[in-house]
């Protein structure tokens, strides 16, 4: 559309509807030099040019018709998504206040009375097709705008996944483990979540919404890693008891570091407030035996306690440097015997139940032996600075 110019009116297309070919005839004369000007003698004909590729701007339409009248060709023609927002004009002899009431309401523009006056209705034509096209301007204005919106949202939360995958890829660059631990752990929360989704337990907390925030938060888990020294985070044997707590310290770490990170911003953001959740207690214990905080039961947070079975499942089945693969039924029998003590029993129990999801994730996203040689090279490099 040229928004630029204030002709609206040049060449639109009229559609007439009348059963009368004398009146057709004195429509078309009356109209034609401004407009182009269709016809049709029956209201299921008007309905089909109505609904065409090429729709008419305007519809001139008779009420007294034989198999179906005027009104019920408006009823029609506004209850279509394609055709409703196409401007009726009722022509009719019908001159009762109660006609005119009922054309309106079924959702005309107007309603001439017969006979017609020529300059009253090319300046009542005129006058709707300038709403028309102004309306049109708006609507296409405003579906254009949407449109920007929508895409720009989707662009802020493309740059916004990927900030936080950089992040927490950051933090598994300088640990053991191999370069597809995150893609496959919020995976696995996913697949869990929406298997608890209809629990009693869960229904309220599992919305669609926080399924989304918890896919999106999942590889934030361990970003606390990033303050272990590298002699202890690198250390491919058993930690001393010292060491083993300056380990534990990533959860704190991790909540310490997103919670600044929204401190800066000045205000919560939902997805870091189940990111802060996970990264702190995603090694919470069912029976209270975990840390930071031995929390226990329900006191753990949902989102940790998914986040507990995917991040040692993953464990469990994945290659590091001192240690070779589990099988996934070694694995799924580790989770299993963890029902109850280490997890949750209900999201063991759909872990059980979306066993085959899991090993088609972790068969989507396999770690390489260039990923396992990178890991040795850094770790070389690190314990060579760290000497």
């Given at each position: 559309m040229d928004t630029g110019t204030l002709d609206f009116n040049a060449r639109a297309t009229l559609l007439v509807v009348d059963d009368t070919p004398d009146n057709l005839a004195l429509m078309s004369a009356l109209l034609r030099d401004s407009y182009q000007v269709k016809v049709a003698t029956q209201g299921e004909k008007g309905l089909r040019i109505a609904e065409s590729t090429s729709p008419p701007d305007l519809i001139l339409l008779d009420v007294m018709m034989p198999d179906m009248d005027g009104y019920e060709v408006c009823r029609r023609l506004k209850a279509n998504p394609r055709t409703r927002d196409i401007p009726v004009i009722f022509l009719t002899a019908r001159s009762e206040v109660e006609d005119e009431q009922k054309g309106l309401a079924l959702g005309a523009a107007d309603y001439i009375t017969k006979p017609i006056s020529p300059p009253i209705l090319r300046?009542?034509?005129?006058?709707?097709l300038s709403l028309k096209a102004s309306a049109d301007f708006l609507r296409n204005k405003n579906d254009f705008l949407e449109a920007e919106v929508t895409r720009r949202t989707m662009e802020l939360e493309a740059v916004q996944d990927v900030t936080i995958l950089a992040m927490a890829s950051l933090a598994e660059t300088r640990d053991s483990e191999t370069g597809k631990h995150l893609l496959r752990t919020q995976r696995y929360v996913k697949a869990l979540a929406e298997r608890l989704r209809p629990h009693p337990r869960f229904?309220?907390?599992?919305?669609?919404?926080?399924?989304?925030?918890?896919?999106?938060?999942?590889?934030?888990?361990?970003?606390?890693k990033v303050g272990i020294?590298?002699?202890i985070l690198l250390k491919p044997g058993r930690f001393e008891p010292h060491e083993l707590e300056i380990m534990k310290s990533h959860t704190l770490l991790g909540k310490d570091a997103i919670q600044l990170a929204e401190d800066w911003l000045g205000k919560p953001v939902e997805f870091l407030t189940l990111a802060k959740e996970i990264a702190l207690c995603h090694q919470e214990k069912w029976d209270g035996s975990g840390y930071p905080?031995?929390?226990?039961?329900?006191?753990?947070?949902?989102?940790?306690?998914l986040m507990a079975v995917a991040d040692v499942y993953d464990a469990l089945i994945s290659r590091r440097l001192y240690k070779e693969p589990m099988t996934h039924a070694q694995a799924a029998q580790i989770i299993v015997d963890g029902r109850g003590s280490h997890f949750d029993p209900d999201v063991v129990d759909a872990f059980v139940a979306v066993e085959r999801e899991f090993q088609l994730i972790a068969e989507s996203f396999p770690d390489s032996d260039e990923d396992l040689q990178k890991k040795i090279?850094?770790?070389?490099?690190?314990?060579?600075v760290d000497v």
């Open positions: 300046a009542r034509v005129a006058t709707q229904a309220d907390f599992l919305t669609e919404q926080n399924i989304r925030l918890l896919f999106k938060s999942a590889p934030l888990h361990d970003i606390g020294p590298d002699r905080e031995g929390l226990s039961g329900d006191s753990i947070p949902v989102s940790a306690r090279e850094f770790l070389a490099q690190a314990v060579a």
